[in-house]
T-cell receptor, first 112, second 116 residues
């Protein structure tokens, strides 16, 4: 799996958009970008994933640059409950024999 | 549909004691895994399984045993607990296959273990 680089921490005001960057400059053509988050003391939660097109679901939007070397997870209207550690993972599909490896992620603090 | 269920939620052991952390999923997922999480660190993979009867080691397997006799269950055994195994343990499962959704993990709520 390609290596990812995320900032250690970020702050965001409640109600504003939170934009979390992830660099994956060595990504290959068949690798997807996945985002998870972990709210304090809970199990991580899947958010969204994409290959090259921008994706949106009820939780967030994922913007992937045209060269696919970086991406941004957008929480359009951050709330206090969005305070969590956010993990960016790059991975191919059809890897039944291997496991997802989580790094240290970005700690997002949303304040009022 | 309960998802991934872990028991117990909390456990205190003395050094040298043995115990088993239970993990069960009702989503018919072939793939199951165990992670541990320590303060200030990310999730580290202990063991994983791609199906009944098949297990493999992750990043930090020492001190832990696993087996997979059914699709639903993936217990994690500590044969002789050590203080270094004090941690929060998470079980996770996902489907296998060729779609991108095959990398979407569903996690349990965690088991907090303290070894004195």
């Amino acid at each position: 799996d390609a290596k990812t680089t995320q900032p250690t921490s970020m702050d965001c005001a409640e109600g504003r958009a939170a934009n979390l960057p992830c660099n994956h400059s060595t990504i290959s053509g068949n690798e997807y970008v996945y985002w998870y988050r972990q709210i304090h003391s809970q199990g991580p939660q899947y958010i969204i994933h994409g290959l090259k097109n921008n994706e949106t679901n009820e939780m967030a939007s994922l913007i992937i640059t045209e060269d696919r070397k970086s991406s941004t997870l957008i929480l359009p209207h951050a709330t206090l409950r969005d305070t969590a550690v956010y993990y960016c993972i790059v991975r191919v599909t059809n890897q039944a024999g291997t496991a997802l490896i989580f790094g240290k992620g970005t700690t997002l603090s949303v304040s009022s | 549909n309960a998802g991934v269920t872990q028991t117990p939620k909390f456990q205190v052991l003395k050094t040298g004691q043995s115990m088993t952390l239970q993990c069960a999923q009702d989503m018919n997922h072939e793939y199951m895994s165990w992670y541990r999480q320590d303060p200030g660190m990310g999730l580290r993979l202990i063991h994983y399984s791609v199906g009944a009867g098949i297990t493999d080691q992750g990043e930090v397997p020492n001190g832990y045993n696993v087996s997979r006799s059914t699709t639903e269950d993936f217990p994690l055994r500590l044969l002789s607990a050590a203080p270094s195994q004090t941690s929060v343990y998470f079980c996770a499962s996902r489907p296998t296959g060729v779609s991108s959704g095959a990398n979407v993990l569903t996690f349990g709520a965690g088991s907090r273990l303290t070894v004195l």
